[in-house]
Nanobody, 126 residues
Framework: QVQLVESGGGLVQAGGSLRLSCAAS????????MGWFRQAPGTEREFVAA????????YYSDSVKGRFTISRDNAKNTVYLQMNSLKPEDTAVFYC???????????????????WGQGTQVTVSS
């Protein structure tokens, strides 16, 4: 069982930055691929970024590539999402998720994740 708690959301102006954190419980954090997803009102949850168990491989959606950076610290059981050059269309609830490293399917597929956090709101004003 893995419990995930996100933090770092808030209100920021367009062009600004935020850093989201996701703290995981349990001793097996380093065996999970970690991902970030987001959901804006009236839309489906969408993939943002993912990072492999070692942190050596990362994945990004086209909409955030070059602006967001995902990273993890296995010693601290934490995954981060550094968000720069934020746009109003980035406004959403951001969710952290974990899936076993041996899971089938692409990291961008939300159905392949086993554990989810409660989410943190990110609002970007124009």
């Amino acid at each position: 069982q893995v419990q995930l708690v996100e933090s770092g959301g808030g209100l920021v102006q367009a062009g600004g930055s935020l850093r989201l954190s996701c703290a995981a419980s349990g001793r097996t954090f380093s065996s999970y691929t970690m991902g970030w997803f987001r959901q804006a009102p009236g839309t489906e949850r969408e993939f943002v970024a993912a990072v492999s168990v070692s942190g050596g491989t990362t994945y990004y959606s086209d909409s955030v590539k070059g602006r967001f950076t995902i990273s993890r610290d296995n010693a601290k059981n934490t995954v981060y999402l550094q968000m720069n050059s934020l746009k109003p269309e980035d406004t959403a609830v951001f969710y952290c998720a974990a899936r076993r490293a041996t899971a089938w399917g692409l990291p961008k597929q939300s159905s392949t994740y086993d554990y989810w956090g409660q989410g943190t709101q990110v609002t970007v004003s124009s």
